[in-house]
């Protein structure tokens, strides 16, 4: 069974860091671009970076680039996200999702259950 | 950034009834649109890539179609079970990746 777990969420004061998670098994970790998603409270869903297959090229939206940052090990078959400079506006639910690749396009077919991260004194 | 504009937000159908969604991208995504179905305290779930295949599993009444700025899902005769929120996410613009704000289709 194709599974991603993600781990790490909790609470947080505005400024803190935290480390995110996300544990992958049944299918090659090493082949695919991963991604994370988050979603505020109540809110819609919101692109957060991907990194490609060997962890060489990382992408970011503009609202954390420069605070968050995205690797993975291949060697254990799980992704991570940095937060750091947290914010209350990066409070949301934290998914990790893997990248299906067909011809010239792409979609997240697989997603983990979401880890949840709030930031407030 | 490529906006995606998802109409209406809110869709009360009845069971058994057909649901038609509108998702509109700021500039031509080409046919770089995926669909997602996520149910209260879910996560997301594919449902349509490519604008019009869908994915694994998914029921036939699901079905994707356009290009370029104009994208439709359409539920043929809803269940039960596909009451739930409906976004739409463009992957044209790699790896600037946008969703949709999201349609709720809810029981009428």
């Known amino acids: 069974e194709v599974l991603l777990v993600e781990s790490g969420g909790g609470l947080v004061q505005p400024g803190g860091s935290l480390r995110l998670s996300c544990a992958a098994s049944?299918?090659?970790?090493?082949?695919?671009?991963m991604s994370w998603v988050r979603q505020a409270p109540g809110k819609g869903l919101e692109w957060v970076s991907v990194?490609?297959?060997?962890?060489?090229?990382?992408y970011y939206a503009d609202s954390v680039k420069g605070r968050f940052t995205i690797s993975r090990d291949n060697s254990k078959n799980t992704l991570y996200l940095q937060m750091n400079s947290l914010r209350a506006e990066d409070t949301a639910v934290y998914y990790c999702?893997?990248?299906?690749?067909?011809?010239?396009?792409?979609?997240?077919?697989?997603w983990g259950q979401g880890t949840m991260v709030t930031v407030s004194s | 950034e490529i906006v995606m504009t998802q109409s209406p937000a809110t869709l009360s159908v009845s069971p058994g009834e057909r649901a038609t969604l509108s998702c509109r991208a700021s500039?031509?995504?080409?046919?770089?649109l995926a669909w997602y179905q996520q149910k209260p305290g879910q996560a997301p779930r594919l449902l349509i890539y490519?604008?019009?295949t869908r994915a694994t599993g998914i029921p036939a009444r699901f079905s994707g179609s356009g290009s370029g700025t104009e994208f439709t899902l359409t539920i043929s005769s809803l269940q039960s079970e596909d009451f739930a929120v409906y976004y739409c996410?463009?992957?044209?613009?790699?790896?600037?990746?946008?969703f949709g704000g999201g349609t709720k289709v809810e029981i009428k």
């Open positions: 999702a893997k990248v299906y690749s067909y011809g010239s396009g792409r979609a997240f077919d697989i």
């Open positions: 049944g299918f090659t970790f090493s082949s695919y671009s």
């Open positions: 990194i490609n297959n060997s962890g060489v090229n990382t």
């Open positions: 500039q031509s995504v080409s046919s770089n």
């Open positions: 490519g604008a019009s």
């Open positions: 996410q463009q992957f044209d613009n790699w790896p600037s990746l946008t």
